[in-house]
């Protein structure tokens, strides 16, 4: 009884799926299409590059869906049709090369973190190790990349600054966002203090200040770009990775605050 | 199957319930077409939570509970829920009982002021508050001058739940006291009860199912709160991280942690959910039992007290 509802589930899916695909293809001009998925900082750069590949090819369609690489991570597992990944965290897309969704990552830019604050700056932050004044301090969860790294860039703190800065600092957390741009939020709003966030973060606003964090306790994040293995998949991935390894590529990474090399 | 035949030596209420019954049976024939169009949005609302319970074994589950994160988060949902809606009751009740012995247009504009939070995002309800009692807000000059700060507390975990839920109680209440025959009330001040004895011994008895509705959907749109409270009071573990927050952090770790926590709230409001739904029938049945005498009289005028 299973099996034979089960069959027929199949069969209606598969009808379904053949009339779907027919329809599609009635209804759509001749353009190829090319799906990239890529990570929220990169709504900018990328908003660029889509303009001048659709440029340089006006036979492709370029479609960019912007979201936590987590979530696009688990969309692509879940068999959504990505063509090309850009990833915000190394890890996210290897684990999607270890499982045979993407062919290989390509290293394409890199981010570093900052501190913002206010422009009214209540708590009179004016160096990283003023961040121990900040009475409300807003970062990343643990389990976002931003977070992470905010940690890992706190803990190097405690030798490269004092010990017990970390704790010291942590002590005035009053809360963990689920993403990078929630965080910046709160600092633009005025109630947070102070907030740890990515460079390109802090470029794209007029509302926080930004101070630097040195060199010798910041992280630098690695951006990865890979095309997505499906069937089906548009034969231009290739040619949007190039695109954004290039020189123009680069530039228009560079002008919205990313270091490339 | 004519009520006359066989009802007639049983009283009226027999009578009348047979004869809506066959009303009933009558009206379920000429929609025969009802399941067809009814069963896709049951699907739809229940076929994606048996998915949840689907994809995750019970090993999940264990080790979702075991999350350190969990149980801060059971815990303060289930201490903010109980705050918010006591409060929702406390205040709403009155407010609800105004809506709906006030005609006019002004108590009209009240009622869909009310309904607004409904219709507004949660996150914008939360920026809304930040813009109310956070520091650059409205009030927050005053706040900031008494020492009190809101924002990132328990305290804005509570005020956002009390915004987004309470509508649903106050308009629920408002509907269930419309119901409430105002010659009984009228009754009960001819008898000697004061406004608010006739308030509370008569109106309010006979609203219970509504009232207890409403607190019931009120109580689950606070405890599935997520957006206004992510936004005015933050996400720390054991201050502002309620269950839907802990749900939504943990997708960033585990998606099969989060999906189990999710199931461990689905179950706990289902059967909460499931209690309040029989709790009027049972009060209903306890009333009936110690008003044993005047039963059968109670019940004759029961379609005409119903809910319509």
């Known amino acids: 009884m299973r099996g034979i509802a089960k069959g027929l589930g199949t069969r209606w899916f598969r009808l379904a799926g053949v009339l779907l695909f027919a329809g599609c293809q009635g209804d759509t001009d001749e353009r190829a299409t090319l799906s990239v998925y890529a990570a929220s900082s990169l709504t900018e750069a990328f908003g660029e590059l889509e303009a001048s590949f659709e440029r340089a090819r ?19 597992e879940e068999g959504a049709p990505a063509d090309v990944f850009a990833s915000a965290n190394p890890e996210h897309l290897e684990a999607l090369v270890d499982a045979g969704r993407v062919r290989e990552g390509h290293v394409f830019a890199s981010n570093e973190l900052v501190v913002i604050v206010p422009l009214d700056n209540p708590a009179g932050i004016e160096s990283f190790a003023d961040l121990v004044g900040a009475r409300r301090l807003v970062l990343g969860t643990p389990d976002v990349p931003v977070g992470r790294y905010a940690r890992e860039a706190l803990a190097r703190a405690d030798s490269a600054v004092r010990a017990g800065f970390q704790a010291a600092v942590l002590a005035n957390l009053v809360s963990e966002e689920p993403n990078v741009r929630l965080a910046r939020a709160k600092v633009e709003l005025g109630e947070a203090d102070a907030a740890i966030v990515y460079l390109t973060d802090a470029a794209g606003s007029d509302r926080i200040r930004s101070i630097p964090i040195p060199d010798e306790v910041n992280v630098q994040a690695a951006y990865l770009i890979g095309a997505v293995e499906r069937p089906g998949r548009s034969e231009h991935a290739d040619a949007w990775i190039e695109l954004v390894l290039s020189a123009e590529g680069r530039a228009a990474l560079e002008r919205h605050g990313f270091v490339t090399e | 199957m004519s009520p006359g035949t066989r009802g007639s030596g049983r009283g009226g209420s027999a009578r009348a319930r047979e004869a809506r019954e066959a009303r009933e049976a009558r009206a379920g024939r000429a929609h025969g077409l009802l399941p067809l169009v009814a069963t896709p949005i049951l699907g739809l609302l229940v076929v994606p939570l048996l998915a949840l319970a689907l994809a995750s074994s019970p090993a999940d589950i264990a080790e979702a509970v075991r999350d350190p994160l969990f149980v801060p988060a059971l815990l303060l949902s289930a201490r903010t829920t109980l705050l918010s809606l006591t409060l929702v009751v406390i205040t709403g009740t009155p407010l609800a009982w105004w809506l709906a012995r006030t005609p006019g247009r002004r108590a009209r504009l009240v009622e869909v002021l009310v309904d607004l939070p409904i219709v507004v995002p949660p996150a914008v309800v939360g920026i809304a508050l930040l813009q109310t009692f956070g520091r650059r807000g409205l009030f927050g000059g005053w706040l900031e001058a008494l020492g009190l700060q809101i924002p990132f507390t328990t305290t804005a975990v509570v005020m956002a ?16 006291f419309r119901r409430v025959e105002p010659d009984l009330l009228i009754v009960a001040r001819t008898l000697g009860q004061s406004p608010a004895g006739a308030f509370f011994r008569v109106a309010v008895p006979l609203a219970l199912p509504g009232l207890i509705v409403g607190a019931a959907l009120s109580w689950a749109r606070a405890l599935g709160e997520f957006g206004a409270t992510l936004l005015f009071a933050g996400n720390l573990s054991g201050e502002t991280q309620t269950m839907p927050l802990a749900i939504y952090m943990a997708l960033e770790s585990d998606v099969r942690v989060a999906v189990a926590l999710a199931l461990v709230l689905a179950g706990v409001s289902l059967l909460l959910l499931l209690v309040l739904r029989a709790a009027p029938a049972m009060w209903a049945r306890l009333d009936a039992a110690a008003l044993a005498p005047t039963g059968a009289e109670r019940a004759g005028t029961g379609p005409t007290g119903e809910s319509r």
């Open chain 1, 58 to 76: 006006p036979e492709v369609d370029v479609t960019v869906t912007f979201a936590g690489s987590q979530v696009l991570r688990i969309q692509i």
């Open chain 2, 161 to 176: 739940q009390l915004v987004v839920s309470a509508p649903f109680y106050i308009q629920a209440a408002a509907a269930a």
